[in-house]
T-cell receptor
Framework: DVKVTQSSRYLVKRTGEKVFLECVQD?????MFWYRQDPGLGLRLIYF???????EKGDIPEGYSVSREKKERFSLILESASTNQTSMYLC????????????FGQGTRLTVV | AQKVTQAQTEISVVEKEDVTLDCVYE???????LFWYKQPPSGELVFLIR??????QNEISGRYSWNFQKSTSSFNFTITASQVVDSAVYFC???????????FGAGTRLTVKP
């Protein structure tokens, strides 16, 4: 069974902290994604990676960075967490190719206080 | 610019009613794919269906059906005889030929009441 695993289900961090959200997939997928889900705004793409060490900005990259040192792992980094980054974060992976579906993790609900 | 629009934020129906979820997309590509996902209360998105831009045949899977119309750039999803277990947030998504990414709409929250 395919699996995308996010390291934490719930996280509470303080303003200004550096925060790491980790995501691991076991399907050997080339592409990995980080989305942010907010009520009324749906899933907004933060960053994605199409290969190891490769990354591209999505629609809302400000305040975030990513790291992909190994194919199976894609990390989202909040350099200095702010309260407006309180949200649900969803990681996804997808095999290369236009027709392939994305597989999602269970999500990390991050609260910045 | 929003590439996928789901204008219905929330829909509430009574069990056994039929319900249609709308999805309108925007792309300049001639080759693209559209997807529907379901997000139940547990939170994990589940893939439902994909449709490529060259195939306008409607698809039916049990109580679910999908209507793809290129002329109106729409890919609507109908649930027939809805059930309480259909309650979820449903997302439409677009994958274009010149991108590796997948863009989602804002989602429609469907509540089916007993």
């Amino acid at each position: 069974d395919v699996k995308v695993t996010q390291s934490s289900r719930y996280l509470v961090k303080r303003t200004g902290e550096k925060v790491f959200l980790e995501c691991v997939q076991d399907m050997d997928h080339e592409n990995m994604f980080w989305y942010r889900q907010d009520p009324g705004l749906g899933l907004r793409l933060i960053y994605f990676s199409y290969d190891v060490k490769m990354k591209e900005k999505g629609d809302i990259p400000e305040g975030y960075s990513v790291s992909r040192e190994k194919k199976e792992r894609f990390s989202l980094i909040l350099e200095s967490a702010s309260t407006n980054q309180t949200s649900m974060y969803l990681c996804a992976s997808r095999k290369g190719g236009l027709s392939t579906e994305a597989f999602f993790g269970q999500g990390t609900r991050l609260t910045v206080v | 610019a929003q590439k996928v629009t789901q204008a219905q934020t929330e829909i509430s129906v009574v069990e056994k009613e039929d319900v249609t979820l709308d999805c309108v997309y925007e792309t300049r590509d001639t080759t693209y794919y559209l997807f529907w996902y379901k997000q139940p209360p547990s939170g994990e998105l589940v893939f439902l269906i994909r449709r490529n831009s060259f195939d306008e045949q409607n698809e039916i899977s049990g109580r679910y059906s999908w209507n793809f119309q290129k002329s109106t750039s729409s890919f609507n999803f109908t649930i027939t005889a809805s059930q309480v277990v259909d309650s979820a947030v449903y997302f439409c998504a677009l994958s274009e030929s010149n991108n590796n990414d997948m863009r989602f709409g804002a989602g429609t929250r469907l509540t089916v009441k007993p």
